[in-house]
Nanobody, 124 residues
Framework: QVKLVESGGGLVQPGGSLRLSCTGA????????IAWFRQAPGKEQEGVSC?????????YYADSVKGRFTIGRDNDNNSVYLQMDSLQPEDTAVYYCAADPLRLSLSPRHYTFWGQGTQVTVSS
């Protein structure tokens, strides 16, 4: 059974930074397109960022996080990170990573494998 695990969430003050990590136990993240999604209470799930499985392949960001968040791979550790800078209260949500071998988009319906999520809270 494919298992993705997110880590790195927590409580941070506005303007602060967090780095989320998505790892795959016995699952080759390097062979998959990976995306980060988030869901705040009472809101729909939102695509945050995604990265292609191809070396130097495309990366996409939601307009709401462009210039503040950076997605990248750490293939030595079979992980994908989401560096989040200049965090704001509206970034508060549960963040999920998802994987798919074929599709790359910010739509959650295009992803086959999901993690359980990690809570990010931005508050003073």
């Amino acid at each position: 059974q494919v298992k993705l695990v997110e880590s790195g969430g927590g409580l941070v003050q506005p303007g602060g930074s967090l780095r989320l990590s998505c790892t795959g136990a016995s699952f080759p993240l390097g062979s998959n397109n990976i995306a980060w999604f988030r869901q705040a209470p009472g809101k729909e799930q939102e695509g945050v960022s995604c990265i292609s499985s191809l070396t130097d392949g495309p990366r996409y960001y939601a307009d709401s996080v462009k210039g503040r968040f950076t997605i990248g791979r750490d293939n030595d550790n079979n992980s994908v990170y989401l560096q989040m800078d200049s965090l704001q209260p509206e970034d508060t949500a549960v963040y999920y990573c998802a994987a798919d071998p074929l599709r790359l988009s910010l739509s959650p319906r295009h992803y086959t494998f999901w993690g359980q999520g990690t809570q990010v809270t931005v508050s003073s």
